[in-house]
């Protein structure tokens, strides 16, 4: 398979990792700091399946690991941020600042210019 849809492949599962995390976080009914918390989290589907996307994408991971250079892969995880904050704005409606959009652009002129190398 091509490394860069292993990349792919790695980045939909983590982004979908934080997704669920951010969707069982907003379901538990008590403050993060309170002790009932970690409890709370552990009751909801979405918790395990976050858990099961971020084992799998980083499993997607240590594949592209063993076909490139590190020095090469690893700025291709920014696209993480591009994909979350997409997500985010977009099926969270979460509200996404001017500057949080020039550091997705300046991400993506990072990485093409990363691509080329």
């Known amino acids: 398979m091509n490394n860069y849809l292993l990349i792919m492949l790695a980045l939909v599962f983590t982004t979908s990792g934080q997704l669920l995390q951010k969707m069982a976080t907003m379901r538990v009914v008590t403050k993060a ?6 409890s709370q989290v552990l ?3 979405e918790t395990y399946l976050a858990i099961a996307c971020l ?11 063993y076909h490139m250079e590190v020095s090469k ?5 920014s696209l993480g941020f591009i994909l ?3 997500v985010s704005r977009y099926q969270l409606k979460e509200t996404v600042t001017a500057s949080r959009w020039l550091g997705v652009i ?5 990485l093409w210019m990363v691509s080329l190398s």
């Open 33 to 38: 700091d309170s002790p009932g918390f970690i």
């Open 84 to 86: 979350v904050t997409l």
């Open 73 to 77: 892969a690893t700025p291709f995880l």
């Open 106 to 110: 300046l991400v993506t002129i990072g």
């Open 55 to 65: 084992a799998s994408g980083m499993l997607v991971w240590l594949v592209v690991l």
């Open 43 to 45: 009751v909801f589907k």
